[in-house]
């Protein structure tokens, strides 16, 4: 019989609950508001957790209260042999849900597998419809790819479809509707994404960010009344339905951050243990995993971390008058960890 799961708080009684797991820092693109840069430093490979640590160290964290895992990258699916690491996660009965985010260019490859092996939810990022954007966005040239990958994870019977839309000023706002229009029409749920100012986006300007409020307008402008859904979640995104019941939503960690809610945490692929997006500091999970054969040790560990925690980095980010990007080149090149693309944002 499987004892319950703790519920451990931190400082601002917010619980442990959601886990996003980057199994690679690895990409195959080179999103502007994520990877602008030319040369990127990538983990060693001896010091990338195995299969067996990942599920290991999931099972202590569900144990403290996780019912949630979200596996992330870079881009995830370059991850080889991905399936098993699903395989292993969907066993754990404590898992209410086990999603996965990908920029959905291996996705035809992979769906179905994914699918089989107990892959419950997938989110693919489309931040454009148009090739000459995509390619300047993500300086590949695999727009038709992602799309065929969307279809994919519709064949292959994922429920509740997410698709991710970075909206940046100058360079895919002028598709705000189109997207939801696309969206719609794939049966999707389309959530918007203010553009963050995280580590790695060195070129991030406020002067760029679209604004929730701004979202809001246009989109009114085109679709008529907007409504909030009106529920009670701890989903980074906030919900709204139009006049004919399409639903999508906004993620505002920009202008309208969330903090006070966030139940998220984050393991780099190496078993760097983050309590928020912008903490400088983490915990080498990695080398306690491997030196540390009780879970009962490693989980007083993780557990008396959390109660520790007090990060509402985006809201700190936003009370900074003269904001510029988070970190310089010379900040990400000392401390890579500090890199998105790292923490599977
Ligand atoms: S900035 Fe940090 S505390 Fe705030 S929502 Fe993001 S991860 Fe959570």
Redesign the pocket.
């Known amino acids: 019989m499987l004892a319950d799961a703790m519920n451990v708080l931190d400082t601002l009684q917010r619980s442990l609950r959601n886990l996003r797991l980057s199994v690679t820092d690895r990409c195959n693109l080179r999103c502007a508001y994520c990877m602008p840069e030319e040369e990127y430093k990538w983990l060693p490979k001896r010091s990338i957790l195995s299969f067996e640590e990942i599920a290991r160290v999931v099972r202590v964290f569900t144990s403290l209260g996780v019912d949630k895992v979200r596996i992330t990258g870079g881009e995830p699916l370059l991850r080889r042999e991905l399936a098993n690491l699903v395989r292993l996660l969907a066993a754990n009965p404590r898992l209410a849900d086990l999603a996965l985010t990908t920029n959905g260019v291996l996705l035809v490859e992979q769906a179905r597998e994914l699918r089989d092996a107990g892959l419950k939810r997938v989110t693919v990022s489309l931040d454009t419809l148009r090739p000459e954007t995509f390619r300047a966005l993500a300086r590949r040239d695999d727009l038709d790819r992602v799309l065929a990958g969307i279809q994919a994870a519709r064949d292959a019977g994922f429920p509740g479809l997410k698709l991710d839309a970075v909206m940046i000023k100058g360079a895919n706002d002028g598709e705000l509707c189109d997207l939801l229009d696309y969206a719609k029409s794939v049966g999707a749920e389309l959530r918007y994404i203010e553009y963050m100012d995280v580590g790695g986006a060195t070129r991030w300007r406020a002067a760029d960010v679209l604004s929730r409020a701004e979202m809001l307008e246009r989109l009114a402008a085109r679709f008529g009344p907007i409504e909030p859904v009106r529920e009670i979640s701890n989903a980074?995104a906030e919900r709204f339905r139009l006049a004919d019941g399409t639903v999508f939503g906004i993620i505002a960690?920009t202008t309208a951050?969330?903090?006070s809610s966030?139940d998220?945490s984050r393991l780099t692929a190496d078993g760097m243990w983050y309590r928020?997006?912008?903490a400088t500091t983490g915990t080498n999970l990695r080398d306690a995993l491997r030196s540390e054969p009780d879970d009962a040790k490693l989980a007083e560990l993780i557990a008396g971390h959390w109660r520790a925690r007090a990060?509402?980095?985006?809201?700190d980010r936003l009370a900074e008058l003269s904001r510029g990007a988070y970190a310089g080149r010379d900040e990400l090149a000392q401390n890579p960890h500090l890199e998105m693309h790292k923490r599977g944002g």
């Open positions: 980074p960690s951050p969330f903090c966030c998220r928020c997006l912008y990060d509402r980095g985006a809201e």
